[in-house]
């Protein structure tokens, strides 16, 4: 039977980031970011520091509640920090076994309304790049699908998620996201596809050599000195 969300949790974020606000740094933090939601103004470390004890005391107790948790911090956020605390809760060690095809779902909410890259690559390389590993057969086809979605941040996701993945990447999906969008001309494609191919280069970088060649003159500046950077 589906369960709802932490409410004690969530309510203890919340006020949690509240007496740790910081209001000229917070300021400073939505310039920054272009972010049209405003920020309590903690630093990454403060809140991490925030953010430990209450979820070492709140651990997620099942997939259901661990999801309505994420949903509610995310959806409701007044502050960005909401967010960023919504995604550690996603990347709760204790949910890692919820990171699968099932949570695809949710991964591509927080990627369409996130819509801004500090949102999208933590999704897309922790989460989603998570579930590839733990279910490549079922989390294939959707990452396909998504590298040719008319949402850009879907489309980048599918190109970054297999970040980190060395020997396990699968060559085939890499290639696939990167044609998809090597023609797009939006700088979030643009850098993404010279980082995924970046990222491999410490994996096999002649395959990496070898699809910059084949790729040619559609391989945008940026995206050939990010691919090319370490080679």
Known sequence: MPTGPDTDLVG???????????????AAQQRYMRSAMPYRGL???ELRGALRPLLREHPPVDRSSWEATVRSLWDDAEHREER????AIARHRRASAWL??????????????????DLVDETAVHVVGAALRADRAQVTPVVRRWATDEDLWLRRTAVICQLGHREQTDVGLLRHAVEANVADRAFWLRKAVGWALRDYARTDPEWVRA???RLGDR????????ATKHL
């Open 84 to 87: 960023y605390a919504a995604l």
């Open 43 to 45: 630093s990454a470390p």
């Open 211 to 213: 699809e910059v060649d």
């Open 12 to 26: 203890a974020i919340r006020a949690a980031l509240a007496a740790a606000a910081d209001p000229d740094r917070a």
């Open 100 to 117: 699968d095809a099932g949570v695809l779902p949710l991964a591509g909410h927080l990627v369409v309304t996130g819509a801004w890259w």
């Open 219 to 226: 391989l945008s500046g940026l995206s050939r000195r990010e």
